[in-house]
């Protein structure tokens, strides 16, 4: 996920309210959080401290193809989770307290999500979203079992392997 959206998603903020404390406009966020644009690290650093969150920079393994397309499935379920939140945090809790039971060793991770759900929505999708080693390990034992359909599922896999596709096919083209 973006660094943009990130900042933006752990202070809970739109995207005109974070333009409006880092003195710029509302579309220039947007080009950030959208790719259209790069901000340099120091305007990363202006905006995490106009939204008053924490930068850490974390140097990680680089994701692997199962990793993002666990982030691609994810990102679809924050798209439903943020239209329904009621409903998809009702279903996530279940989850965890019947993964609790069928699934002893997985017990430390769900205790984290227990906690995650009972979080600020914005706070649980930062979460959600975490490309850092402990978020690809949450995303194992996801609570969200059951947000998508099996069509939204195979639709959000397609859509994956389209893209994957695509930039196997790029990088093998510029080396």
């Known amino acids: 996920m973006n660094p943009t959206r990130l900042i933006r998603d752990a ?3 739109t995207q005109q309210e974070l333009a409006e404390r880092a ?3 509302q579309a220039t966020i947007a080009a ?3 790719g259209h644009k790069s ?3 120091r305007t990363v650093e202006r905006l995490a401290q106009a939204a008053d969150v924490e930068l ?3 140097c990680v393994p680089p994701l692997t193809r199962e990793d993002r397309r666990s982030l691609a499935l994810h990102q679809a379920i924050v798209e439903r989770l943020e239209q329904d939140p009621e409903a998809v945090l009702a279903r996530a809790r279940a989850s965890v307290l019947r993964m609790h039971t069928l699934h002893p060793a997985a017990r430390p991770l769900l205790d984290e999500w227990r906690l995650f759900l009972r979080r600020p929505l914005a706070s649980l999708i930062a979460v959600m979203l975490d490309p850092s080693q402990r978020g ?3 995303r194992q034992v996801t609570p ?3 947000v998508l359909s099996a069509r939204e599922r195979a639709h959000v896999y397609r859509r994956f392997g389209e893209a994957w596709r695509e930039r196997v096919a790029t990088t093998q083209e510029a080396s």
């Open 144 to 146: 969200f079992t059951g």
């Open 11 to 13: 202070a809970g903020l």
């Open 32 to 34: 950030y959080e959208g």
């Open 23 to 25: 003195e710029t406009s």
């Open 56 to 58: 850490v920079v974390q």
């Open 136 to 138: 690809r390990d949450l």
């Open 39 to 41: 901000p340099t690290w």
